[in-house]
């Protein structure tokens, strides 16, 4: 079983039911020097004291967890140092009922504040190894997983040349060129959805666009490799399929070119 974290009122509680069975204990077993009593008058002495010792240790825990992060040292040395001065009031609170203040600055003052250390050491020994042992136990409560959302799919990439110094001579914001096609005089430069007439021949149009961008498969044709989409023959003649469905011819004495550059499947 996962032990949890305390809440401070349930720490004072089970601080308080250990200090009670521990001072059952001490009653039940006579382990200090009652005097001769009855059962029930050890009881009441032991449960009394010990309870009122601890509740002085409470106070003197506050003062030495303050001087210990004062001095830049852990909480638990703060209850460490607030161990010899509740031997103290403990001692001077059993001889002042023992024997009123003759006692309580007598003689039997150090002998009387040895056991007292002696307890209150054994106290902070056993309430150490308790919370270290709780800590230990303790798991951090499940945080519920929240899924990342997926990133969104990469963009598909655009076919055809998107840049080119050709675009120089076309309208603002014409669109990827997927082929160049003479006809006479003149190039239709050929973009999905949209063509437009340059007044120049096929080889100058073709030397205006990117290097490895495309290829002349044909002596009236120039088509960017990125639009191919397949091919197709009819005979002995070969075409390239360009996207939106377009076709272009092959020269036969371009084939082997073509299909060494991974253009045309074998």
């Known amino acids: 079983m996962v032990a949890r ?21 001490v009653a039940v077993f006579d382990l200090l020097p009652f005097g001769e009593v009855a059962l029930g008058a050890r009881l009441a002495l032991s449960l009394a004291g010990f309870l009122a010792a601890w509740l002085v240790y409470l106070a003197a825990a506050r003062i030495g967890i303050a001087v210990a992060r004062l001095l830049g040292l852990a909480d638990y040395w703060g209850h460490a140092l607030a161990v010899p001065f509740v031997g103290v009031a403990v001692t001077y609170g059993v001889l002042g009922l023992v024997g009123g203040p003759r006692a309580m600055f007598g003689s039997e003052f150090g002998a009387v504040w040895v056991q007292a250390l002696v307890v209150a ?68 430069v050929i ?37 191919v989409t397949g091919q197709r023959r009819t005979g002995r003649d070969l075409q390239l399929v360009l996207h939106g469905g377009l076709a272009a011819p092959v020269s036969r004495s371009r084939i082997a070119e073509l299909r060494s550059a991974g253009w045309i499947s074998p």
Do not use: C, N
């Not at 021949?201 to 666009?209: F, N």
């Open 191 to 227: 973009a999905e959805g949209k063509s437009a007439l340059v007044l120049m021949p096929l080889a100058e149009a073709a030397a205006l666009m990117p290097e490895g961008g495309g290829a002349q498969v044909h002596r009236s044709w120039w088509v960017a490799k990125s639009a």
């Open 121 to 188: 050491a054994g106290f902070f020994a056993l309430f150490f190894v308790l919370y270290a042992r709780a800590e230990h136990a303790r798991l951090p409560e499940p945080v519920e997983a929240v899924a990342a959302p997926e990133p969104p799919p990469p963009a598909p990439p655009v076919p055809g040349v998107a840049t080119s110094a050709l675009h120089q001579r076309l309208a603002p914001g014409f669109p990827a060129i997927l082929a160049l096609a003479a006809e006479d005089h003149y190039v239709r």
């Open 5 to 25: 974290r305390l809440s401070g009122a349930e720490r004072l509680m089970a601080e308080a039911g250990v200090v009670a069975m521990v001072a059952v204990v």
